[in-house]
C-alpha cells in the first residue's frame, strides 16, 4: 500500500519559517519526481515545488521562488519543503505527491500518480 503522509503544518506569524515533511512508503521512492502543491480555501490546487529523483532537478512557482526550498532523502524516503519569510497567502493546505516521471518533475497535477492528504499552513499577518 502506497502512502504519503505529510507533517509540519502549524500556525506560524509573517516573515516566520516552517519545515514541512513527507514521508513515502509503498514504492521506490528513488524512482520518483517529488512535488508539493497547495490549495488554499475557495482556490484551486495549485503547483508550489517539484525535485527530480535524485534532487539534480528541482522548479518552483514564481511566488515562492527564493523563499521556499524543496529537498529530499532517498535513504530516508522522505521530500522536505523548507519555507522561509512566510506571507499570509502562504496559507494553504499542503500536499505532497509522486510522479514516476522520475527525470522531467513536471508542474502538471495531472501527472502525480500518488497524493499524500494534506498538513495545514496558516500563515497570521
Known amino acids: 500500500q502506497v502512502q504519503l503522509v505529510e507533517s509540519g503544518g502549524r500556525l506560524v506569524q509573517a516573515g516566520g519559517s516552517l519545515r514541512l515533511s513527507c514521508a513515502v512508503s509503498g514504492v521506490t521512492f528513488s524512482r520518483y519526481s517529488m512535488g508539493w502543491f497547495r490549495q488554499a480555501p475557495g482556490k484551486e490546487r495549485e503547483f508550489v515545488a517539484t525535485?527530480?529523483?535524485?534532487?539534480?532537478?528541482?522548479d518552483y512557482t514564481d511566488s515562492v521562488k527564493g523563499r521556499f526550498t524543496i529537498s529530499r532523502d532517498n535513504a530516508k524516503n522522505t521530500v522536505d519543503l523548507q519555507m522561509d519569510s512566510l506571507k499570509p497567502e502562504d496559507t494553504a493546505a499542503y500536499y505532497c505527491?509522486?510522479?514516476?516521471?522520475?527525470?522531467?518533475?513536471?508542474?502538471?497535477?495531472?501527472?502525480?500518480?500518488?497524493w499524500g492528504q494534506g498538513t495545514q499552513v496558516t500563515v497570521s499577518s
Open positions: 505527491a509522486a510522479d514516476r516521471h522520475m527525470s522531467t518533475p513536471t508542474r502538471r497535477a495531472v501527472e502525480y500518480e500518488y
Open positions: 525535485i527530480s529523483w535524485n534532487g539534480g532537478r528541482t
